[in-house]
């Protein structure tokens, strides 16, 4: 293999095509407690800031509507993306304090939502999973301490 002179160091963005853009926005923004890092009100694209980033760009998750052209010539489609097992996302992981992830639950609980917790002991990491509206897994993510 070709040596390459360069090394990626941080994941700046994930986009998601969204089906029901108005629910998944609420979803991050309310359930998940994302922060809109522009106009959530604009109908088009929304970006939430998840973190600092590296080197100036902000990580952040984007919801697309799915019949709007994005950045890099991403096409739009009339016919909604495909969610789910039929989806090429298996799921979004968002990290958080592991003394956190017991208000998680108590927030889905209070909300009524379904939820599952799995643990990852080959790597100390303990996951809180539930779904968006458009049906994408989402973990709410922690590495244990101590480990």
């Not at 980033?53 to 909604?80: C, M, N, Q, Y």
Request: proline content about 5%.
């Amino acid at each position: 293999m070709a040596q390459r002179d360069f090394t990626v160091r941080a994941l700046g963005e994930i986009a998601i095509r969204c089906i029901d853009f108005d629910a998944m926005v609420a979803f991050y923004r309310d359930v998940i407690g994302l922060e809109p890092f522009n106009d959530p009100d604009n109908g088009r694209i929304v970006f939430f800031r998840i973190a600092d980033g590296f080197g100036g760009h902000t990580t952040v998750l984007a919801l697309f509507r799915h019949d709007i052209e994005g950045a890099g010539h991403t096409k739009a489609s009339d016919v909604p993306p495909a969610t789910g097992p039929g989806s090429s996302l298996h799921h979004l992981a968002l990290s958080l304090p592991w003394d956190e992830q017991e208000a998680v639950i108590a927030w889905y609980e209070k909300l009524g939502r379904e939820y599952s917790v799995e643990t990852f002991d080959w790597v100390g990491w303990r996951g809180v999973f539930t779904s968006d509206p458009d049906g994408n897994t989402v973990e709410l993510v922690a590495k244990e301490p101590d480990t």
